[in-house]
């Protein structure tokens, strides 16, 4: 998924700069203000979609004459589906769009506060890779599994293969991949196999899905010429 802080980030500035306050009941902010930062209004209108799925009430669209999105594929493709391999077409329809709707589009602001505080949410939210029980910080390495807590250390081996795992859930990520990913140079070879399996025992253990102590946590890991993470 897309990360969509400089988005979010973007609505925050706008709101500051209008000069409200948690107790300004509405505010309506034309789009071309996100246009002048450097976002396009479909990017908006995307971001504020996703607000109000989130929560109904805080924040709404209003499009002044005009279907608000007569094609549902002119939604960037990160946020619903589309485009992945039609980038140029995305790029056209979405020029298209912002010429056809300049200056006919509004936010509205129907609470300020708590506007913010799911802001906030939707960036943290951001920073996390999640799978059933398991939520991994891809900034930090924290990564909780039921009441197991860890830090796996950035740029380590264990979080980079971790990591790679939890980026393609249910999806083999065979030797050949995970070689290149920790920059083995003998590809393939049973030697670099065992370390693999090392590094996944380890992950393992750190997760108290193996070891001593007792409550382990479910074993979500699979092998086949290769590994992956189950989620689901």
């Known amino acids: 998924m897309k990360n969509i802080e400089k988005e979010i980030n973007t609505i925050s500035v706008i ?10 009941e509405k505010v309506i902010i034309p789009h071309s203000n996100f246009i002048q930062k450097g976002v396009p209004v479909i990017e908006a209108i995307a971001i504020i979609k996703r607000i109000e799925n989130e929560k109904e009430g805080i924040i ?51 609470d300020v506060k708590n506007l913010k ?22 900034k930090t390495g924290y990564t909780v599994y039921g009441k197991t807590k860890v830090i796996f250390k950035p740029c380590d081996i264990h979080y980079k293969l971790f990591k790679a795992l939890l980026e393609k ?20 070879s049973k030697n670099d196999r065992e370390y693999i399996s090392t590094i996944i025992k380890n992950i393992k253990t750190k997760l108290n899905i193996i070891g001593k102590n007792e409550n382990k946590n479910k074993d979500i890991f699979k092998a086949a010429n290769g590994y992956m993470i189950k989620c689901g």
């Open 169 to 188: 859930p249910n999806e083999i990520i065979n030797y050949d991949e995970i070689n290149k990913l920790l920059d083995r140079k003998n590809k393939s």
């Open 15 to 24: 709101i500051d700069s209008l000069g409200l306050n948690p107790h300004n």
């Open 60 to 110: 709404k669209t209003i499009e002044h004459g005009r279907p608000l999105l007569p094609n549902k594929n002119l939604v960037p493709h990160s946020f619903i589906g589309g485009y992945e391999e039609d980038m140029d077409n995305y790029q056209r329809d979405l020029e298209k769009y912002e010429r056809i709707h300049k200056d006919s589009i509004e936010v509205v602001v129907a």
């Open 117 to 138: 505080k799911l802001l906030d949410n939707l960036i943290e939210r951001q920073n996390y890779l999640v799978c059933k029980d398991i939520k991994f910080n891809i």
